[in-house]
């Protein structure tokens, strides 16, 4: 994974953060299929309040958690699993000039805005990590209901973000904040904040954010 994330950062241009833009609302889409297919990056997680666990281990729970508010989950960080505290704080969202400049081609994103999550991340057990930390991967941004296209290269830059690739040695104790970077239609009325570790059949963490 570490490979992987350095590859995608230095092929990224100066002056061009997207390296992939994925269609909004898509169900099947790259981001999706590497979920399915990299069972290696993450397990379930914890049964306690609002983990990402299972349908089941959800039920009477409520069905969406505040900004702010916390959950407990479980992801693969290369051969350990770690347990995380995990809370969504906010999502920030861009104008449509500001996102044109963050594209290749300001045309596919036209009508769409730059929405950023910012999640912070709590190690509470597991083993220090080796690699570049993994459970960021898990988060996604919903508008209107609707999942929005990744945009990759751009969280990083962002402010109050922290760089991923910085963070080997992770240990318990540690809170760190990483961004997800999704365009979404503007004028959304609601957004959310999903977040499951990848390979998860289980159903999300949800956190609702109102659109500003």
């Known amino acids: 994974m570490l490979r992987k994330k350095t590859a995608l950062r230095l092929a990224a241009p100066v002056a061009v953060l997207a390296l992939a833009l994925t269609a909004c609302g898509g169900g099947d889409d790259e981001k999706s299929e590497g979920k399915k297919a990299d069972t290696s990056k993450s397990d379930s997680s914890d049964s306690g309040s609002g983990s990402a666990d299972s349908a089941d281990s959800d039920a009477g729970k409520p069905s969406a958690l505040k900004p702010g508010e916390s959950t407990t989950g479980r992801t693969k960080e290369g051969d350990a699993t770690v347990t995380y505290d995990i809370a969504a704080q906010k999502v920030d969202l861009s104008t449509e000039a500001e996102t044109a400049k ?43 209901g609707t999942r929005g296209g990744l945009l990759i290269g751009a969280s990083e830059d962002a402010a109050g973000c922290e760089d991923e690739l910085e963070l080997e040695g992770w240990k318990k104790g540690e809170s760190h904040v990483l961004c997800q970077t999704y365009l979404v239609p503007a004028g959304s009325k609601a957004l959310e904040v999903h977040w499951a570790p990848e390979d998860s059949e289980g159903e999300p963490v949800i956190w609702k954010f109102a659109a500003k």
């Open 102 to 144: 963050l594209v290749s081609d300001p045309k596919k994103a036209k009508g769409l805005v730059a929405a950023v999550a910012h999640v912070k991340y709590t190690h509470k057990a597991g083993a220090p990590l080796a690699e570049v930390p993994d459970v960021g991967d898990g988060a996604e941004i919903y508008a209107d």
